[in-house]
């Protein structure tokens, strides 16, 4: 596996991993992680790949983390 790119954006932690002709983009906020898993032909250029950390796309990422951390938090409460 090789390491494309990390960086933080908006408190949340992005790891961009080429591995199996696939782009693996992880983003990590406190207990909770999302992976999605793109085909290498699908990207023109690794520079493509920072369209993921920006836009509806990125957008979508935060509120699915906020939906996440609400659950998380529910489950916690019913333990």
Do not use: H
Request: net charge negative.
């Amino acid at each position: 596996m090789r390491v494309v790119k990390e960086f933080s954006k908006e408190e949340i932690r992005v790891s961009i991993f080429s591995w199996n002709n696939k782009y693996l983009i992880k983003f990590e906020l406190g207990p909770m992680e999302q992976t999605f898993k793109v085909s290498e032909v699908d990207v023109l250029d690794e520079e493509d790949l920072n369209s993921f950390c920006e836009g509806d796309f990125f957008e979508a990422v935060k509120l699915r983390f906020e939906e996440m951390g609400k659950n998380l938090r529910k489950q916690l409460e019913n333990l």
